[in-house]
C-alpha cells in the first residue's frame, strides 16, 4: 500500500499550527514551563504565609500589570514574577512598562526572580518607585522570610491602595 498522505512526504505543508499553539516570541518551552511552575509555587508561598489573605491572579500576559495582588487586612501588595534560566545578574528590562504603572497608580510592589543577582533591576525599582517597591530572590520556602518581611514592610506604609 503506498502512503499518500502529504503531510508524511512533506511536514512543513503537512502540519499547521493553531494560533494557541505558538509561543510567545522571546520564550522558550522550557522558560514557560519554569514560569508556569514558579507562578504556581509563589502561590502556594502567599496562601502559607497569608492563609487569610485574598490573592487575585491576573491571568492575561501583559507587560504593564503584575502577576499577582495580594490583598492583606485591606492592603494590596503586587506581586511580580520573574524566571532566569541562569544564575547571572537580573537587570529588569521587561520591568519598566509595570513600574510606569504602578508610579502612576502608586502602588507598592514586590518582584520576585527564582535566581541571580538583582542589584541592577533593584535599582531600577527603586528609581521608579522609591520605597514601594523591593525585590527578593525567591526560589522556594528557605525564602519564605525574605519574601515576608518585603510584603509585610509594604503592608505597613501609611498609603492605603487595595
Same mark, same amino acid.
Given at each position: 500500500?503506498?502512503? *499518500? ?7 512543513? =505543508? ?33 496562601? #502559607? =504565609? ?18 499577582? =495582588? ?23 528590562? *521587561? ?11 502608586? #502602588? ?20 521608579? =518607585? ?33
Amino acid at each position: 500500500m503506498i502512503d *499518500t498522505s502529504i503531510g508524511r512526504w512533506l511536514p512543513f =505543508l503537512g502540519r499547521r499550527r493553531t494560533p494557541d499553539s505558538l509561543r510567545p516570541r522571546g520564550t522558550s518551552s522550557r522558560v514557560s514551563r519554569l514560569a508556569a511552575q514558579y507562578d504556581a509555587d509563589v502561590d502556594a508561598a502567599l496562601q #502559607r =504565609l497569608w492563609p487569610k489573605a485574598r490573592i487575585y491572579h491576573d491571568r492575561e500576559f501583559t507587560r504593564d500589570r503584575a502577576d499577582f =495582588l495580594l490583598v492583606v487586612r485591606g492592603r494590596g501588595v503586587m506581586i511580580e514574577t520573574k524566571v532566569k534560566s541562569d544564575p547571572g545578574l537580573f537587570r529588569g528590562s *521587561t520591568l519598566p512598562p509595570l513600574l510606569d504603572r504602578l508610579q502612576r497608580d502608586g #502602588r507598592r510592589l514586590v518582584v520576585l526572580v527564582n535566581q541571580g543577582d538583582p542589584t541592577p533591576a533593584r535599582d531600577l525599582i527603586t528609581t521608579k =518607585l522609591g520605597d514601594k517597591g523591593r525585590i527578593v530572590v525567591w526560589s522556594g520556602p528557605d525564602h519564605d522570610t525574605e519574601l515576608r518581611q518585603a510584603v509585610e514592610s509594604l503592608l505597613r506604609q501609611t498609603t492605603r491602595h487595595a
